[in-house]
């Protein structure tokens, strides 16, 4: 078996499924099977911690039925409990009431898939050792140990990790499609001793396509070093209204708050406060972000989207101005408009001219937040509360760590104080987001 | 370990939030036992189907032990999950997963070496206690020479109906009777969403001690939302239950309450007022509040962290952490709760376990590693998400014991302050000790008395300095019945909560007004 091509592998298995789906009865089916080699090197405080390495099958069929629709996946892929699976699955969606909005993708949307190379595989993986992979590990600890101030540190762990992912879907309709992508990982995590006994921590981490993208172990370690002894003596600030600078690393957070609202579902269920709004100002000139599948080596860079539509670039905001929905082909019929995508690819935003210091040099007083604890949205309202925590700026230059915050307000007021963007889009994030700059945000403190 | 983003954050959601994939009796098709075997592996009983026997784990465990691990464990996992969904007036989804596998884990001292594999031919398994066993570079240890099957586990999810036995035609109804009257209920209810779930299956650990113990692990979940309109306004809302229980879990007085819990919590948003910023006193309502401990200590007092010298409260055993009113402990034992446990995932025996007693800071949650790096007894919390991960110190039901005072006098008490009654989500940073939880619903204290409705506001404080701050604990605990999951270095495992009305005298509430 081992010595199988495993996307062949994984054909075979997935065209067996569709045709099994089909002889007991479904007039259409899709089936993605999937493999993923994961290895992760844990490494603290000058040893080995954890070594984790496994290789994951499984299958998911979805089936329609009669006017009905099932998804289901296993993980047990011998051939006697596979087939009876997928019958028995069968004879459970017969049950079900009927959804006349339930059926594979309009073929058309899977045609034209573009030719481009996304670059998403690099080969050089299987040349990666036990060994080096420890040593890539073992180097950020030395980075984090080597900042000023490291005699505060009272512990660094530091990750190493490698995945190969392959998928492979048929559709009964005709379409098939194959995936493949790795991605390596690098990270650190310090913890320091604050002389008021608090342990704060920060980390630090690369995620990149190609090994040869990712940056020096020493300085996503040195990263998270400065980042946590920076947190030392770090205090509640005071409650007030505030230009908020947001670290290109947290402002995924924040950007996330708009991924429930902009989703098919949310529209047809009448959860989006951005129902309507299609062809509106949703923030200020600033923001305008586009979808882009086609990044070469993008996070979420695909041929091809979780339903099999053929992917395409399109903006979401322009200058401000609500341009799309993500929205599937179930909720398409269902909203009685043309499909984008069921999810965001990677996003591509026009930035500014400026690095995050010239910014805060520009915004003179506020609060440029680092991270973001918990929290949540209402989506069908836009009202949003999040924990933050980061650095007062005051005469355009960082000053104390603040912590134990809030901030609050509404999706459809915030993003019109959008006044700046940053040069510096994060790389290790699909959201590829830069620095921000809001203008009179409430902070809650003290 | 792959971060993505997260560092060392901790985190608890409510899970009915999500759709549940899951499915449908009989979606395996060796369900049914064979006739049990006698000899050797006599003591197996669920995961005989599977072909697990003696000879295979001892074979398995030799290996994993053959690089010099000081121990080494197999998990076995099988589990069928099941969904049915109504959306638009119509149960017209349904899901079913199937997981089933075997992770086998090798541990030296604080070290550990895990592989797992969905293949569970011998030679595949095989091939991860060899991964496993390579994070010990020593000479050979012995297996298990014999076996024993831990044959008397505790009886904690109490099933009448099994899920295996359960056909849609029961279920769906439900949802439909659910669904006609939330929109009965109230007419501004416009969208009505209904989520339910189930679970059945085992989990079978062997240790290199000999242990053999298998765990039959029952779960259901049901989770209603809706959408109503007002004047033109919108506001969404839910209530979810879970349990480890069976169908008889679905009785008339619960199905009234995810109504009436559902409808009244998303139209009170319509009624709601900006919530207040800045400190102030606060009260939190008995029952899922207890999502403040499970922040504000619980994961702080998970061992790892503190074997790793990396929690707030890593030098506090034994040391005053809060008034002596206070009482906090982390339970496996009570029936049906969702976080309810037999055994945990190392097969070591779940109890209960005092974090805090009397306001003293008493025992961290241990799994094997934890314990024996403080030379302590396991405590039973060492779980994990599934087969593919090792297992970590992890919360079950964490609750507040009952205290001397009364809901009514705690309220009373405040002259202006801010009343939590419903949650959706909270997270930990645990070095920092900086927690917060996420307000669905809760009310304005003005001069003692419940005023006027606040939603969607997060509040946030820091562990010791609340717990310190809790100066008040009513007589009225109660564990929260909803679907909470905890998550915790990218596993989430299955948790409970509860906690009687307390005060906390002052914490930032981050509203969108100047209090």
């Known amino acids: 078996m081992a010595t199988l091509d495993p996307i062949r592998q994984m054909q075979d298995m997935a065209r067996g499924a569709a045709d099994a789906a089909r002889k007991a009865g479904a007039q259409q089916a899709a089936v993605t099977a999937a493999r993923v080699r994961t290895v992760e090197v844990e490494w603290r405080d000058g040893r080995l911690e954890r070594v984790k390495e496994a290789t994951t099958r499984g299958l998911q069929v979805e089936l329609y039925v009669d006017g009905r629709y099932s998804s289901v996946g296993t993980s047990d892929l011998r051939p006697d409990p596979l087939a009876s699976f997928v019958e028995t699955a069968i004879v459970m969606a017969r049950k079900l009431e009927p959804d006349p909005f339930r059926s594979l993708p309009d073929p058309k949307l899977c045609q034209g898939q573009s030719k481009a190379d996304l670059d998403l595989v690099d080969a050089s993986q299987s040349s990666l050792t036990a060994v080096g992979r420890r040593e890539r590990a073992q180097a950020a600890e030395a980075g984090a140990r080597g900042v000023k101030g490291s005699a505060a540190i009272l512990s660094v762990t530091s990750g190493f990790s490698d995945v190969l992912s392959e998928s492979f879907r048929i559709h009964t309709d005709g379409f098939e499609g194959t995936r493949r992508g790795t991605t390596f990982q690098i990270s650190a995590e310090v913890s320091v001793k604050d002389p008021d006994g608090r342990r704060p921590e920060d980390w630090d981490y690369a995620l990149v396509r190609h090994l040869a993208a990712i940056p020096a172990s020493e300085s996503v370690g040195r990263a998270a070093g400065e980042r946590a002894v920076a947190r030392i003596g770090s205090k509640k600030g005071e409650s007030a209204a505030m230009t908020m600078v947001v670290d290109s690393r947290a402002a995924s957070r924040l950007v996330a708050t708009l991924t429930g609202p902009l989703s098919g579902m949310a529209l047809q269920q009448k959860q989006s406060c951005l129902e309507g709004k299609l062809g509106q100002p949703i923030g200020s000139a600033l923001l305008d972000v586009a979808d882009d599948p086609f990044l070469p080596r993008g996070l979420e860079s695909r041929l091809f989207d979780s339903e099999g539509l053929a992917a395409r670039r399109f903006p979401v905001f322009e200058k401000g101005v609500l341009r799309n929905f993500y929205v599937d082909s179930y909720y398409g019929r269902k909203l009685k408009v043309e ?7 990677n996003l591509a935003w026009t930035l500014g001219a400026k690095g995050q210091d010239a910014l805060i040099a520009e915004a003179k007083e506020g609060v440029l937040v680092t991270g973001f604890l918990g929290g949540n949205s209402n989506g069908t309202t836009g009202d949003f ?12 230059k960082v000053a104390e760590p603040i912590g134990e915050m809030n901030i609050s307000g509404n999706l459809l007021e915030v993003w019109k104080r959008l006044v700046a963007l940053g040069n510096d889009p994060y790389p290790y994030s699909r959201l590829r987001t830069p620095t921000l700059v809001f203008e009179g945000v409430q902070f809650a403190g003290v | 370990m792959a971060m993505h983003g997260m560092g060392r954050r901790k985190f608890m959601k409510m899970s009915g939030a999500t759709l549940i994939v899951a499915g449908a009796a009989d979606l395996v098709g060796c369900a049914t036992a064979k006739p049990k075997a006698d000899g050797p592996s006599a003591g197996i009983r669920y995961f005989d189907r599977f072909g697990v026997t003696e000879p295979l784990l001892a074979e398995v465990l030799a290996v994993a032990m053959s690089r010099g691990a000081d121990s080494a464990d197999v998990f076995f996992q099988h589990r069928v999950s099941s969904g049915l969904g109504l959306q638009d007036g119509a149960v017209n989804r349904s899901y079913a997963q199937v997981s089933l596998g075997v992770g086998v884990r090798a541990v030296k001292g604080d070290q550990q070496g895990y592989g797992f594999t969905e293949d569970l031919s011998l030679s595949a398994i095989i091939d991860c206690a060899r991964t496993a066993a390579a994070i010990a570079d020593g000479p050979a240890r012995l297996g298990p020479q014999r076996f024993h099957v831990e044959g008397k586990l505790p009886d904690r999810y109490p099933v009448k109906v099994r899920w295996e036995d359960v056909r849609p035609e029961q279920t769906m109804p439900i949802l439909s009777r659910l669904e006609a009257r939330a929109l009965a209920s109230d007419p501004r209810v416009k969208k009505v969403n209904i989520n339910f779930g189930d679970e059945y299956g085992a989990v079978l650990i062997a240790d290199s001690s000999g242990r053999i113990v298998e765990d039959v692990q029952p779960m259901t979940r049901l989770y209603l939302q809706c959408t109503a309109e007002q004047n033109g306004r919108r506001e969404s809302g839910g209530y979810n239950v879970a349990a480890r229980a069976g169908l008889e879990y679905y009785d008339e007085d619960r199905l009234a309450r995810v109504v009436r819990e559902a409808v009244t919590r998303t139209t009170i948003l319509f009624e709601a007022v900006p919530a207040p910023t800045g400190e102030m006193p606060v009260v939190l309502a008995a029952g899922s509040s207890g999502i403040l401990l499970h922040e504000a200590i619980g994961h702080g007092m998970e061992a790892d962290f503190n074997r790793k010298n990396v929690s707030i409260f890593s030098d506090k055993i034994g040391k005053p952490v809060a008034h002596p009113f206070v009482n906090i402990v ?50 039973g919390n060492g779980r994990r998400e599934s087969y593919q991960f090792a297992p970590l110190p992890r919360m079950r039901a964490t609750y507040m014991l009952p205290g001397p005072h009364s809901k009514d006098e705690i309220v009373a008490s405040v002259k202006k302050g801010v009343f939590c009654s419903n949650f959706t989500n909270g997270q930990v940073n645990i070095g920092a000790g900086d927690f917060t939880f996420y307000v669905k619903n809760g009310w304005l204290i003005e001069d003692g008395k419940l005023t006027r409705p606040v939603k969607d506001v997060n509040v946030i404080g820091n562990g010791p300095k609340v717990l310190e701050k809790i100066d008040m604990v009513a007589n009225d605990l109660v564990i929260d019945e909803g679907g909470w999951t905890c998550g915790k270095d990218g596993q989430g495992v299955p948790v409970s909560q509860g906690i009687p009305t307390v005060r906390v005298s002052s914490i930032t509430v981050g509203g969108q007004r100047k209090a």
Do not use: C, M, W
Request: no cysteine.
């Open chain 1, 339 to 345: 499909p984008t995508t069921r999810g965001a690819s």
């Open chain 1, 385 to 396: 509360s999040l924990g933050v925590q980061g650095y007062r700026f005051r005469g355009g």
């Open chain 2, 330 to 379: 982390d339970d496996a034992t009570l029936a049906g709760a969702r976080g309810a446990i037999n055994v945990d995932d190392e097969g070591n025996p779940s109890g209960l376990t005092h974090l805090v007693e009397n306001g003293i800071l008493s025992t961290y949650l241990h799994d094997s590693v934890s314990a024996r790096h403080y030379g302590v007894k396991p405590t």
